[in-house]
C-alpha cells in the first residue's frame, strides 16, 4: 500500500492542497471569510445550481434510455451482439472533446440537422444532455446489463409459478436484485456529468457553465485563485460524498448476491413485445451512437473540393503563417501514443499494487483507501493540472520541463480503472493456492508469478486497456501541462476548435476521427478478453 499512497500524496493530494492553500492564504493568513463571499456570489450560485440541475437530468435521461438496453443485452441473443456491446461502450472511452465535436458536427452551425432542417442545438442546453446521454450511455448497459445477465432467471419464474403477475414478480424479485447496481451506476453517471468538462466547453458557448468550466476560467482566464480555491472544495466535498455513496451501493451489491453463468441467462427473443423491444433498443443505438460518430467522420472527409482526404493531408503540415501549431498536428497521434503507453504503464503499476493490497487487506482504513482511489475521477483535473505547474518545478521534483509530467496527470484518471477491473478478479483467487505455493517454498515473488498471474493475466490486459484509452483522451489536466511542440490529441482538438475558419475545423474533425478509431480499436481489442468478472468497467 506504500507505493499507491505516496504516489497519490506527491500527485494528487500535493498539488491540489497547493492550490487550494494559494488561494486562501494572504500575507500569511488564512482567509476563510473568501469562502463565505463566494458561495453568496449570485453568479457562482448560478453555475452550481446548473451544474447539479443538469447532471440531474442527465443522470435521468440515461437511465431512463439505457435500462432498456441494459436488460436486451443481458437477456436477449441476437447476431452482432457482441460488436454493439462494444460499440455502446466507445463512447465512453472517447476524450469528451470527441463528444463535444461530434454532436458539433450533427448540431451546430453548418452540422447536418442544420444543412436538412435549419435546426441548430448548439450553445442549448439540449446538445449538452444528449452529449451526456451519449457519453455514459454505456455505463449503464455494462454495469447493470453485467449483473443482469448473471441473475438467476428462475427466481423470477418462481415468482410467477406462485400466483405473481410479470411485473409484479420483476418488482418483488428482479428490482431489489438490481437496485444497488443501478444506484451505483447512476451515481457514476452523476459524477461524470457533474465534472463535466470539455462537452460544457464545446457545447455549452458563453451560456452555460459547470463547477469544472467555472474553475478552469477562474484559474486560467481571470487568474482569480482565491475562487478558484473555493470551488475546487466544493466539488471535492460533491465528489467525496457521491463517492462514498457508492461505495456503500457496491459493498451492498456484492454481498447480497448469489450469481449465475451469464452464458445461461440469455436467449433469442420470444413473441413481438421482446422482438419490438429489441429493435427500439437497436434503433437507440443508431440514433443516438453510430449517427453522431457518422456524421464526425463524414465531417472529416466533406472538404472544400468535395468528399476526400484533404483535411486528413493538411494534419501532415505545419501551418504556414498564423497557425494553431509550432509542429504539423498529426505528431499530436504520437505524442498521445507515447504518453498513454507510459501512463497505461504507470498506473498497472500503482493500480495493480492498490488492488492486491485491498484484497489482502481489510478495515474501515483500507475502505478509506479503496475511495481515496476513485477521487481523480471526480476531483477538478484542471485543478490537478496546475497545481502541477506551481508544485512539482523545483527539486528534487522539478518535472515541469519533462515530458513525465503529462503521462503522470493521465496515470492519475487510470488508475482507478485498473483497480476497478482487477479487485474483483483478485478477490476470485483462492488463497490456498498462495498458501499451498508457499508451503512448497515458493517466494513471495514466485508465488504470484505462478499463481496469481495466470489467472488474472486477462484482467491485467483489460486494466491496460481501459487505462490506456482514459489516458489517451485525458483533456482537463494535460490542457495545462502539454507544451505547445508536443501537444496530445484533445489539445490539439480543443485547439483547432477554438479558431475560426473551414481548415481548422476541418483539421478538429480528421483529428477527433483519427482520436475515434484509435479508441474503438482499443475496446473491440478489450471486449474479446472481457470475462463476466472483469469488474466494474
Known amino acids: 500500500m506504500a507505493v499507491p499512497t505516496a504516489f497519490f500524496a506527491v500527485f494528487f493530494a500535493y498539488p491540489v492542497a497547493a492550490i487550494v492553500t494559494r488561494g486562501l492564504r494572504e500575507g500569511g493568513r488564512w482567509r476563510f471569510g473568501r469562502i463565505g463571499e463566494v458561495l453568496t456570489d449570485p453568479e457562482i450560485l448560478r453555475v452550481l445550481w446548473f451544474t447539479a440541475w443538469q447532471a440531474v437530468v442527465s443522470t435521468g435521461l440515461t437511465l431512463l434510455i439505457a435500462l432498456p438496453a441494459a436488460y436486451v443485452f443481458a437477456r436477449f441473443e441476437f447476431p452482432g451482439k457482441r460488436l454493439l456491446r462494444a460499440v455502446v461502450a466507445v463512447p465512453f472511452v472517447l476524450p469528451t472533446v470527441v463528444v463535444g465535436s461530434a454532436f458539433l458536427a450533427l448540431l451546430g452551425r453548418g452540422g447536418m440537422l442544420d444543412d436538412l432542417w435549419g435546426v441548430r ?179 472529416s472527409l466533406d472538404g472544400p473540393d468535395g468528399y476526400g482526404l484533404t483535411f486528413y493531408r493538411a494534419l501532415l503540415s505545419v501551418p504556414e503563417t498564423g497557425g494553431t501549431f509550432v509542429v504539423a498536428p498529426i505528431e499530436a497521434v504520437w505524442n498521445s501514443l507515447q504518453y498513454a503507453a507510459v501512463a497505461t504503464l504507470i498506473a498497472l503499476l500503482v493500480g495493480g499494487l492498490a488492488a492486491a493490497a485491498l484484497t489482502r487487506r481489510a478495515g474501515r482504513l483500507v475502505r478509506g483507501f479503496d475511495a481515496l482511489l476513485m477521487l481523480p475521477l471526480g476531483t477538478s483535473a484542471v485543478t490537478v493540472g496546475f497545481g502541477f505547474l506551481i508544485t512539482l518545478d523545483e527539486p528534487p521534483l522539478d518535472l515541469r520541463s519533462t515530458w513525465l509530467l503529462v503521462p503522470l496527470a493521465q496515470a492519475l484518471v487510470g488508475v482507478p480503472f485498473v483497480v476497478r477491473t482487477m479487485l474483483p478478479v483478485l478477490r476470485a483467487v483462492d488463497e490456498r493456492l498462495r498458501e499451498a505455493a508457499a508451503v512448497l517454498g515458493a517466494s513471495p515473488w514466485r508465488a504470484w508469478r505462478e499463481v496469481d498471474l495466470p489467472l488474472v493475466r486477462r484482467a491485467l490486459l483489460i486494466a491496460a486497456g481501459f487505462a490506456f484509452a482514459v489516458s489517451l483522451g485525458e483533456f482537463g489536466a494535460t490542457v495545462f501541462i502539454a507544451r505547445p511542440d508536443n501537444p496530445t490529441l484533445p489539445v490539439a482538438v480543443a485547439r483547432l476548435l477554438g479558431r475560426a475558419g473551414e481548415l481548422n475545423y476541418g483539421q478538429a474533425m480528421a483529428l477527433s476521427t483519427v482520436l475515434m478509431l484509435v479508441c474503438a480499436g482499443a475496446l473491440l481489442a478489450l471486449e474479446r478478453l472481457r470475462t463476466d468478472r472483469s469488474g466494474e468497467f
Do not use: C
Open 121 to 299: 442545438l448548439d450553445t442549448t442546453v439540449w446538445a449538452i444532455l444528449l452529449a451526456h446521454v451519449f457519453f455514459n450511455f454505456g455505463v449503464v448497459v455494462r454495469s447493470v446489463g453485467g449483473l443482469w445477465s448473471q441473475l438467476d432467471p428462475r427466481q423470477e419464474e418462481a415468482a410467477r409459478v406462485l400466483g405473481a403477475g410479470r411485473f409484479e414478480a420483476w418488482r418483488r424479485v428482479t428490482l431489489p436484485a438490481l437496485g444497488p447496481a443501478v444506484a451505483a451506476a447512476a451515481l457514476m453517471v452523476f459524477l461524470f456529468t457533474f465534472t463535466s468538462f470539455g462537452v460544457i466547453q464545446i457545447l455549452g458557448g458563453p451560456k452555460y457553465s459547470t463547477l469544472e468550466v467555472e474553475i478552469y476560467q477562474q484559474t486560467a482566464q481571470f487568474l482569480d485563485l482565491p475562487t478558484a480555491a473555493v470551488l475546487t472544495l466544493v466539488q471535492f466535498a460533491a465528489v467525496a460524498t457521491i463517492l462514498a455513496l457508492h461505495a456503500w451501493t457496491v459493498r451492498r451489491r456484492e454481498s447480497t448476491l448469489k450469481l449465475v453463468d451469464a452464458a445461461h441467462t440469455s436467449r433469442r427473443p420470444r413473441g413481438a413485445a421482446q422482438w419490438a423491444l429489441l429493435w427500439a433498443v437497436l434503433a437507440v443505438i443508431v440514433l443516438l451512437i453510430l449517427v453522431p460518430l457518422g456524421v464526425l467522420v463524414a465531417r
